[in-house]
């Protein structure tokens, strides 16, 4: 395995550690979990990390939530995204394939129709923003939005390793955020991702435990041990342990 690699800290406490260093610049890894396992809060943290404390600016694609609600919620953090945008440090897409028109979600398809393959015009315009402000990181909330976009699942296999591929072209360390409701069962698309990191939650004692795994990650040293996930005031920590 070749240790050689430029590592992309996270800023997230306690995980470059597990990966000795952290992420392998210019990949891309998927992060799995289900609805309040905290990947929302992950990928903000990973881009804020990087504008703020790394001097590497990132690109934000949504396709569910607001950039003006996401921008709200995750000032309770302290992080002030809307001032890294306007230090051209940050971007945000807004992707979602339905928009607010006169109070009523409309279908908006001008991402998503007459494409060659799923997720050209998609692509192209993240690549366009990767550009625009010379962009080190990326994550997309979610794939699972993406896909449903598509009906064809082998179409939108083809689709994701095309993206996949010109990201990791562009040099690009990216994060592509999926739900997952059942952490045993992987869609096969997702391994095409160099790197795959679950969050989940759990019941103990009447109480709900955030938990990590990395489940792969191409080239990097790193075990499969469940971390242990505290979600507080500066965002998400990695322990060592589960604490009592």
Not at 107 to 126: A, K, M, N, R, V
């Amino acid at each position: 395995m070749d240790s050689s690699y430029v590592k992309v800290k996270t800023g997230i406490p306690g995980l470059d550690s597990i990966m000795l260093g952290g992420l392998r610049q210019g990949r891309a890894s998927v992060l799995l979990g289900p609805p309040g396992s905290g990947k929302t809060t992950f990928g903000m943290q990973y881009l804020y990390g990087g504008a703020n404390d790394f001097d590497e600016p990132g690109v934000f694609v949504t396709l569910s939530a607001s950039p003006l609600q996401i921008k709200t919620d995750f000032m309770a953090y302290g992080w002030d995204i809307q001032k890294l945008i306007e230090q051209g440090k940050f971007l945000m897409i807004d992707a979602r394939p339905f928009k607010m028109e006169r109070g009523f979600a409309v279908l908006d398809e001008s991402l998503y129709s007459g494409e060659p393959l799923p997720f050209t015009h998609l692509t192209q315009l993240i690549l366009n923003s990767l550009k625009r402000i010379n962009a080190k990181r990326l994550v997309i909330d979610s794939l699972t939005v993406l896909a449903m976009q598509y009906s064809n699942k082998f179409y939108f296999r083809q689709g994701l390793q095309g993206m996949l591929q010109a990201l990791e072209d562009q040099g690009c360390t990216s994060i592509l955020i999926s739900e997952n409701s059942d952490h045993t069962k992987i869609d096969i698309e997702l391994y095409v991702a160099s790197g795959i990191i679950i969050l989940n939650h759990i019941q103990s004692e009447n109480m709900m435990k955030r938990t990590l795994q990395i489940l792969k990650m191409r080239g990097v040293h790193h075990d499969e041990e469940i971390y242990p996930i505290k979600l507080g005031k500066i965002g998400l920590e990695i322990h060592s342990s589960f604490m009592p």
